[in-house]
Each structure stands twice: as structure tokens, then as C-alpha cells.
């Protein structure tokens, strides 16, 4: 009850922020004409990035036959879910003039990355939300069938949702082929979704954006932080939920192996991505990358690589850290390391244009978010976790049916 | 000053002279007696040689009135012209006539430049010499490729231009931009100067009103252009630094001198701004060689000083 | 017929109190084309050293006297600090009556200006020879009742081009000789020009002392007709919409129309395995 409640404030706060900022406008932010692209942005890729993990741990460890991962399954589509649809709010909120939203459909450009974006955007949306509902089926027969305690309106609505479904072979068949359907197009569209983000910015000729390395360096990224999601809610939901039967400590195991291996991944990506242009040292690449090492962003880079990266690799190669708890605390340490991460491919940036920065006031040449951008920033990641929250507590967060199933086959 | 205002005067003339007496010898490349709208009232007045002559009343204001141009008009852009304007680095003292004009004119926020006046030296052992930087118009305009709702566009005579009741203020265009020269109206834009009132409004080609939300940068003065008048930095500029013309005429003018563009340029060795990025800008910058005054500070207006932000 | 104007441009600064700039009106008395005249009227005041122009001043503009019979127009100036004038057909009379004029201003805080003209007129002629082309002009004042040629007087000859006028040679300025002509050599070798290869050569005399400003147009074949392309209403990246290359639309579209198609196959899936949850509820039903 507490952490709802304290989601929810958090969400109220960051809702009063975004009323002062429909009223006043984007001043209210500290984005000026330099920046002009800051914590809003940086949230989104990060939300992007996390939704990657459905594609990951539902779609492509199920596609590999790999059978421990079918406890997680759910987890990581609720996030991806959730993920996805701040990823939209979190931009929305970005945009200058949000009541012209339709604009995008009416008068929408097929040469720009943000339509491009737009409509990977909804459709990874639509295939999450299926490969959430179909092995959700068998499961709304469990619950309808459930005769504890349950409020009405629950019974009613997994009634709604799936009364039709009665386990038949046929039905199971059909099922079946949908998810696997369903698993083989998510990845190509979870590709698709974080490699056109990353083209918001691969797109432009500013030092640090104008990289040809961009969609793989963006991809590994998204899925070192969506296991490391999966990981933080794999504990969280074991310990709450007294899920030790089924969220076992071979589950940490395993998951510790994949986090370990795609860190090392992103470890390697963003040793080319940082490494070769700074031994050409380009004029315009020479600021941003000595501001990056050694200068004004320095200690929240070191941050990122350090905690982001090597710490959890470190970590994680010992059988000791892949136990529950280290692996909660590693899970914790990637993703606060990949926020900072993606805060750094954004903002810094910015502050290096072509053309020197004058003819402006002071004040646009620096950028610290504003307390309307933290509350709103802060805002859109408790409403994401207010909805994961929900979620668990209305649907099985894992799956039922297919974890007797498995049990079963294993047996 | 006054001779630049004369040419003006004789182009506005030119125009009520060929209504007047029906002059056959209309020029092709003057924007012909149709374009102005006519009020309908007549007026009789006195020729050299004692005639007289009815003329519309609309050809008296001192800036006659245009029809009103639809957005459609306005996203295809005047046929048969190809704007490009040539800098001279070499004249540039750093007095910021043509930001305080341009800022006035487009009802820039305070504190906020369309032309920003660069203090440059591109190496050690190199010049120093200040750069007015307005927005390139480049034939291959990053910032179009990007826009996802149009609100951006190039037109058939090389502007531009930015249509501020459609932009949403995603800001895509300004990150896109490499010669940073677009800026966002982050709050409600200052209370508009009387002296704006003749502009055409809720028009792109005037970018008034200024709108919350959106974006705003150089438009080359279409208003201005339709009219056959110069843009206003070309005009508030008294060393003669912006050079504005049509590259299908071969010419560029700063109100006083007329050049011959593509001479001007192969004579004075004039080049692009970061021409190996392929934006193909329409500006051409003369080098700063040759120059008779020192580099120095001070000069300036005050009136950017006024950070509001 | 023409009757030519003697301009005379002066401007006489008038007493102001200490509390007020000092405000400066110049009149200036502009001829199109041998026919068409006005006046503009341009006041500006000295204020800290600097030169600014006075808005919205109130003036009065008349014709050789200070009288409501030879008003001419009661003008103000606007934000640039001019104001235009036309001579009214009621002063026909008076106009008729010399060859040199005098303009007289006089503002609202009792500031006034003259300027003098004599009756002139400029005209224009071409001629090509062997290749050669030359152009001629000529400025006459109007004297005792003939036309006679002005001598010295400055003038510009240029190629009429958006927002100013390129000259056709060398020269900046030519002046004008005893028969107040001058020859000059069209020097621009292949200037863009419309459809017919036209041209149109202005020849002009600026705020002349004593004519005032003077202008003249013609328009001459010396021009090349070139075909201007350029890429607008070609599919590109930067075009609108619409207008998006080929290659693009066909791997947006294939792309969408695949994802999506299967998307709609599996509500479809949906759809049957409703059916047959239904039917086997029916089955089962007692």
C-alpha cells in the first residue's frame, strides 16, 4: 500500500508539473535553443530501451526452446507493455504543442524518423499487448474458475476477456501458432523500434550523434537494461508475492549468465563508439568526447561505465553474485547506470555545436533539468511502475498454465 | 541610407507609373500591377506636363497593399525565383543593425537572435573576423528530411520557410540543423510593436504571429521579396554586408550596389559554410581579406542585451 | 508638350527650443518615366548624436507659397519617417504657370523646408551595332521655352534586377557632356533574361540640385533566355509529403502491410478460438 501511494504522489507531483508546463510552456523546463532536447528525451530512449526486454526474454529465449525463462515471461511483458506506452506519454509531454498531436496522422511525412518511429512505436505496442493476452488465456480460465475471494469486478472482467476459452486441443493449437506468430515478429520489430530511435539522432551531423554504430550500440544497450528490469522485478515480485517455488534461485542463475553476456556486449559497443573517434580526435568530436572523459560530464560518465557496466560484469562472472540478492542490487545498479547512460547520449551533445554558442543569454549554455522536468521525468517512471504494479495485482504475474505445463513435460 | 530608399521609392513608382499612363514597358522581373491589391477609389493627380492623371488609391500607400496569399501560395513559393544572398565578411564591423531590424520586424523574443553575429578565427594562426549567420535556405535541407508533419518546407524559389500554425514543437528540426540557427519559442511571445501591424499575419511568409510551442528562424523576408523589396538585414545594414538576389537573374544587391552573383563570387572567391556536410546552403560568404578597420569589440547594439530568459 | 521641372534640393533647419531635437525635413521631387512625379517628404532629427527618424510627424506640403490656396497635401509621416505626395489636379493652374517651382514643408511645431526644381526630362536610346551595343542618354531642362541640354549632370545606367539595378559597364556614374548626352557601352555578356531575351535598362539622375530625381525605363533584347531546373516537386528526402521517394515507400509500406497483415490474422485467430469456445460451452451445455 505504501509504494502505491507513494507512486501515486510521485505521479500527482509530476502531473502539476506538466499543468505548469501546458500553461506556461516549455520555458518552465531549463531547455533553451542550445539544449533543446534534455531529460524529456532522454526518458524516452530509456523507456524505448526497457520495452526491448518482451523481445528478449518472451520471444527470442522462447524461440531457443529455452524452458527457465517461461516463469519470466510475463514480467518482462508487463514492462514491455507499460514501457511502451510511457515511452508515447513521455513524448507527448515532450512536444510544444501537444494539442496538435493529429498532425502526425493527418499530415505525417513518411521521410522522417519520427513517423518511422510513431509507427514501429504502436505496432511493438500491439504485438506486446497480444503476446501479453494470448498465454494469458488458459490462465483466465484458472481465475474465473477461482473460487476465493475476488472482487466482483474482477471476476466479471476475466470473464469478459476470456470466457470463451475452454482448453480445447484445438484452441490450444491455434493458441500455440499465434505465440510462436507472434514470437518470430517481435524481434524484427523490437530491432526495428530502438534502431529508429536510435535514428532521432544518427539522422543529424552533431559530434557524438553522427555515428554509423548507433543501432547496434543502442540495441545491445536496450537489452542489457531490460534483463537488468527483469532482474529488479524478478526479486521483487518473489519476495512479495512468495514466489520461491516458481522465481528460483536457477532462474537468478541463468539470468545472471544473459545479463553478464549482454553487458559484455554493450561494453564492447561502447568501446567503438567511444574509443575510435577519439583517436581521430575531429575538431568538432574533440570538445564533446574531452567534455565526456575528463571534463564537465565526466563524473556522470564515469558513473555510467563504471556502475552501468563493469561493476555488474565483475559482479556477475562469481557464481556468489549471481545469488538473489546481488543479482537485485546488480539488477538496480544497470538500470540507474543506463538512465544516466542515455542522459549522457543526449545532452552533452548539444552543448558542442558547429558554430559557437553565443548570441544568447547565458543561461543557454548550460543545462540542469528544471524541478518541473524531474517531477514529470520522475512522474512518467512511477506511473510506468504504478501500471506494472496493477498489473501483478490483477493478473498472475507468472504465467499459471504455462508454468504446470512446463512443470509437467519436465517431470 | 537615402539612395537605397530612392530605389526603393522609384521601384514603388515604377509600379504606379504603369497603372497611370498604361506604360507598356513593364519590367518582366517586377512584380507585375496585378499583384497589388486595388482599393477601388480613384484619385486624380498632376503629371510633369501639366495632365491629368486617375490613378487606384491603393498605389499611394507607401507600401501598397498585396492580395492576400493562400498557405498553399506560400508553400510553393514565388515561380521563376531562386533566392540566394552573398555575406561580405570583409565589411562586417560587428554593429548588429541587422539582428536589431530582423529581431524587430519578426517580433523575436528578447534575448533571442534569427541572425547571430559569430565571433570566429578558425585556427591559431588565422583571422580573427565576426560571421552573420542567418539560416542557409540549403537545397538539401536537414531540417525538412526531418520534420514528421510538414511544418517545414523548401518552396520552388530556394526559401525556406516554417508554417507556424502546424508545427507541433518536437524540436527535431532544431537538433538537425548544423548551423544552429533555428530557435524555439519556449514561452508566450512578447506583446507585438505597432509597427508591425502592416505585416501580413497568420502568415508564413511574414512568421507573425509569433506562437508559443513553436519554432522560428531566418525566412529571407518573403513579404518583403513579393513586393520586390529587400529583406530587412539586407536594408539596416550600413556597410553594405548582406547581399540579397536571385541566382536566375545572375544578381545580388545590398540596396546600394548591384553585383553580378555568379562574378561576385568567382572574383572575391566566395564559399559555403560547411559545404562537405552536402546541406547545398543558398549563402555564399565573401572571405574577410583586405580589411580596412580592426577587429574589435563594442561596437554592437545594446539592444540583445535584454535577456528576458 | 513636356514640361520640365527645375528641382532644387534644399533643406533649411529651423530654430527649435532647447527641450526638442532638432528636427531636419528634405523634400525630394522624383520624375518616372518623363510623366509620372511625386514628392516625398523625409524628416529626421538629431538625437544624442545619432540620426532618427521622426514617426508620425504631421506635415504640410505646398506648391511655391505658404497659403490654404497652394496646399498641396497635409501628410504624416510613417514609421521609416517619409511621407509620399502627389500634386492634385486643382493646382493645374499654377503648375502651368512657371518652369521653376518652389516645395515649401512645414511641420506641426513650425519647422520648414524648401526645395526648388526646374522642369527637366531624361530620355533613352539603344543602339547595336556590329555587335556593339551601345546606350544613349540624354537630359534636358526646360528654358525659356525650349528644351535645352543640361550639362554635368550625374546619372547611373543599369539593367533593372531585383532590388537595385546592375550597371551595364565599368563605370559607376556617367556625367552628362555640353550636349547634355552620354554614350555608354552595354559591357554584360549573356545576363539572364525572360522568355524573349528582355531586359530593362533604367537610366537615372538622383536628387539632382536642380532637377531632382529623374528616371527612365526601355527594354532591349540583350539578354539569354536560360532554363532555370531545380528540384522542387521532385521525390527527395526533404520533399513533401507525397513526395517521398519510390524506394522509401516501398519498404515502409511492404513492412507495415507485413507486420500488420499478420497482426490482423491473429484477431482472426482470436475470432475462431471465440467460436470454438462457444461451441464446445454449447456442447458441454446441459
Known sequence: MIWTGVLIAICLVGAYGYYRQLTKGLVVTNMR?????????????????????????????????????????????????????????????????????????????????????????????????????????PDLKILIANKNKQP??????????????????????????????????????????????????????RPGWDSTNFGAYFISGAFLVGAGGVVVAMYVFRKFYRLEKYITEMHFEKMGRVVVLLALLYLYFNINEYLIPAFKMKKPEEAHLTNLFAGEFAPVFWFAILVGMIFPIFILLFKKGRKPLPMFIVGCMVVVGAWFKRYL?????????????????????HYFPSWEEWAIAMGSLAGALLVITFFARIFPIVPIHETIEEDETKS | MDKQTSRREFLAAGLLAGLAV??????????????????????????VDGEIIEVDKAFLKPVPDMPQVTNAQERLGIAGKSFVMVIDLSRCKNLRKCQSACNHMHNVHPGQNWIKVHQMKDADHTAPYW??????????????????????????????????????????????????????????????????????????????PQKKGTVGKCDFCPDMTRMGMLPHCVSACPNGV????????????????TFRFSELVKDKAGYRLMEDLGTNPRVYYLPPVSRNFPFENGLENDNDKNAKY | MLLGFLPLSASVIAQADSTKPEVTVTIHHLVVNNNFQYLVVDAKAKVSNRWQVMKNLPVKLFLDSNSTERLISNLQTDETGKAKAIIPASLKSAWDAFTTHKFIAVTADGTTAESAITKAKILIDTANTDGARTVNVQVMKWENNVWVPAKDVELRIGVKRLGGELKIGDEETYATDSTGSVSAEFKRDSLPADEKGNLSLV???????????????????????????????????????????????????????????TLLYLISLIVKIKKVGVATAKQTAP
Open chain 1, 33 to 137: 535553443d542550445y539544449v533543446s532536447w534534455g531529460i524529456y528525451i532522454s526518458n524516452f530512449v530509456f523507456f524505448v530501451a526497457i520495452s526491448l526486454v518482451g523481445s528478449l526474454i518472451t520471444a527470442i529465449l522462447r524461440l531457443a526452446n529455452v524452458r527457465w525463462s517461461t516463469p519470466l515471461t510475463r514480467i518482462a511483458e508487463i514492462i514491455a507493455v507499460s514501457a511502451i506506452v510511457f515511452a508515447s506519454i513521455i513524448i507527448i509531454v515532450d512536444m510544444g504543442r501537444p494539442e496538435r498531436f493529429v498532425n502526425l496522422f493527418v499530415y505525417g511525412r513518411l521521410q522522417s524518423p519520427i513517423i518511422w518511429d510513431v509507427v514501429v512505436i504502436g505496432t511493438y505496442f500491439f504485438i506486446s499487448c497480444f503476446l501479453l493476452y494470448f498465454p494469458l488465456l
Open chain 1, 152 to 205: 466482483k469486478w474482477m471476476s466479471w472482467m476475466y470473464r469478459f476477456m476470456g470466457s470463451f476459452w475452454k482448453g480445447t486441443v484445438s484452441q490450444f493449437k491455434m493458441s500455440h501458432k499465434a505465440i510462436t506468430i507472434l514470437c518470430i515478429m517481435i524481434i524484427p520489430v523490437a530491432f526495428a523500434i530502438h534502431t529508429v530511435t536510435s535514428w532521432l539522432f544518427a539522422t543529424t551531423y
Open chain 1, 345 to 365: 547520449i543526449v545532452t552533452p551533445t548539444l552543448l558542442h555545436p558547429f558554430l559557437p554558442m553565443d548570441n544568447a543569454p547565458e543561461n543557454f549554455k
Open chain 2, 22 to 47: 498604361g506604360c507598356s514597358d513593364k519590367n518582366p522581373f517586377a512584380p507585375g500591377d496585378d499583384t497589388v491589391k486595388a482599393s477601388g477609389e480613384k484619385v486624380k493627380l498632376l503629371s
Open chain 2, 131 to 208: 560571421q552573420p549567420s542567418t539560416c542557409m535556405h540549403c537545397d538539401s535541407p536537414p531540417c525538412v528530411k526531418v520534420c514528421p508533419v510538414d511544418a517545414t518546407f523548401k518552396r520552388q524559389d530556394g526559401i525556406v520557410l516554417i508554417d507556424n500554425n502546424r508545427c507541433i514543437g518536437c524540436r527535431f528540426c532544431m537538433a538537425a540543423c548544423p548551423y544552429s540557427t533555428r530557435v524555439f519559442n519556449w514561452e508566450e511571445p512578447a506583446e507585438e510593436d505597432k509597427s508591425l501591424a502592416e505585416k501580413p499575419h497568420d502568415s508564413c511568409e511574414s512568421s507573425l
Open chain 2, 242 to 257: 548582406f547581399m540579397f538576389g536571385d541566382m536566375n537573374e545572375d544578381s545580388v544587391t545590398n540596396g546600394s550596389e
Open chain 3, 203 to 261: 537610366a537615372k539622375v538622383e536628387d539632382n540640385d536642380n532637377y531632382g530625381s529623374l528616371s527612365i525605363e526601355k527594354t532591349v533584347p540583350w539578354g539569354v533566355y536560360f532554363k532555370h531546373e531545380n528540384g522542387f516537386g521532385e521525390r527527395a528526402l526533404w520533399a513533401s509529403r507525397g513526395k517521398a521517394p519510390i524506394w522509401l515507400y516501398a519498404m515502409a509500406y511492404s513492412i507495415i502491410v507485413a507486420v500488420w497483415g
